[in-house]
């Protein structure tokens, strides 16, 4: 078990461009989250798919973001015409069960986003 | 909507003594989870304990303990002896229906 992985662990883009982040769940796990954490802060609920469909969405995912898991495996996160605001670590999560029902969610070790 | 509020944003406590941090939360379910987690600087955030609310007994694992105050809303995490690799953030948790929420966040530093 690799646990979960981002890719990349580190980001620097200037504002206005493009940015993807990729996260590879524990394999069979179903659930896979993604969560923005600000310095300070604990981290936002963004996103969550049940294998390749999307359940939810939160008020931060403005539309300049975008969540796909297209085979139920791995997820990208793109942000759009990145602001300064962006600037945050993205940590994805997953989980074999909904967390409602006491599983365990593993997080990855996130991807710092700065936008200069 | 369900709010968790860590009340500490900052302690410090020397090796091996006990240290207790607290957090509230506020919702209006009757079932759910609570979680403490902990973030240490490498950033990866694993979990320390669960507790779930429809059981009154608190949860312990090895050194850690909560006390859960179902009424009161309350879930604090005491860590006895307290070691070197304890120094992290550490986050209290609720979830229900697949999201979890977080506290801010208390960052504790166990001090040599």
């Known amino acids: 078990d690799t646990g979960v992985s981002q890719d990349p662990r580190h980001k620097i883009t200037k504002r206005g461009q493009n940015v993807t982040f990729r996260c590879d769940p524990i394999?069979?796990?179903?659930?896979l989250y993604w969560y923005r954490q600000t310095l300070g802060q604990g981290p936002e609920f963004l996103t969550y798919f049940q294998n390749e469909a999307q359940l939810e969405k939160s008020r931060l995912l403005s539309d300049r973001f975008s969540a796909e898991r297209p085979k139920g495996s791995f997820s990208t996160l793109e942000i759009q015409r990145t602001e300064q605001g962006d600037s945050a670590m993205y940590l994805c999560?997953?989980?074999?069960?909904?967390?409602?029902?006491?599983?365990?969610?593993?997080f990855g070790e996130g991807s710092w986003l700065t936008v200069v | 909507a369900q709010t968790v509020t860590q009340s500490q944003p900052e302690m410090s406590v020397q090796e091996a003594e006990t240290v207790t941090l607290s957090c509230t939360y506020d919702t209006s379910e009757n079932n759910y989870y609570l979680f403490w987690y902990k973030q240490p600087p490498s950033r990866q955030m694993i979990l320390v304990i669960r507790?779930?609310?429809?059981?009154?007994q608190n949860a312990t694992e090895n050194r850690f303990s909560v006390n859960f105050q179902k009424a009161a809303k309350s879930f604090s995490l005491k860590i006895s002896d307290s070691q070197l690799g304890d120094t992290a953030m550490y986050f209290c948790a609720f979830a229900k229906d697949d999201k979890i929420i977080f506290g801010k966040g208390t960052r504790l530093h166990i001090l040599p």
């Open positions: 999560a997953s989980s074999f069960v909904q967390v409602s029902s006491g599983n365990t969610i593993y």
């Open positions: 507790q779930e609310a429809y059981k009154q």
């Open positions: 394999s069979e796990h179903n659930r």
